[in-house]
């Protein structure tokens, strides 16, 4: 049974950071994408930043709004995949969600993903 369990939300003044980790068990595929969206009250869910995790390492991809200040990285043998945000700003308040799908292709499209943690909120004050 695949589990992703996201961590790190909380609030902060705009221009502050935060990390969000998401571990993830019972995940077995040998190439995937691990992603990170989010979603404001009243609004549709936002493709955030995505990695492609594969033998040969990651490669990743932003969404224009975040690209420059947040980060997204791997750690296999923890299982887990991060996102770190810098100089946040009170637009980018929103429930964050960590979520999963095997192989290639759509990585910010919130539909193509099959697994999905519960979710971490993250709030900026301006």
């Known amino acids: 049974q695949v589990q992703l369990v996201e961590s790190g939300g909380g609030s902060v003044q705009a221009g502050g950071s935060l990390r969000l980790s998401c571990a993830a068990s019972g995940y077995t595929y040998s190439s995937n994408y691990m992603a990170w969206f989010r979603q404001a009250p009243g609004k549709e869910r936002e493709g955030v930043a995505a990695?492609?995790?594969?033998?040969?390492?990651?490669?990743?991809v932003y969404a224009d709004s975040v690209k420059g200040r947040f980060t997204i990285s791997q750690d296999n043998a923890r299982n887990t995949v991060y996102l770190e945000m810098n100089s946040l700003k009170p637009e980018d308040t929103a429930m964050y969600y960590c979520?999963?799908?095997?192989?290639?292709?759509?990585?910010?499209?919130?539909?193509?993903?099959?697994?999905w943690g519960q979710g971490t909120q993250v709030t900026v004050s301006s």
């Open positions: 990695i492609y995790i594969y033998a040969g390492g990651g490669s990743t």
């Open positions: 979520a999963a799908k095997p192989g290639q292709g759509w990585p910010l499209l919130a539909d193509k993903y099959r697994y």
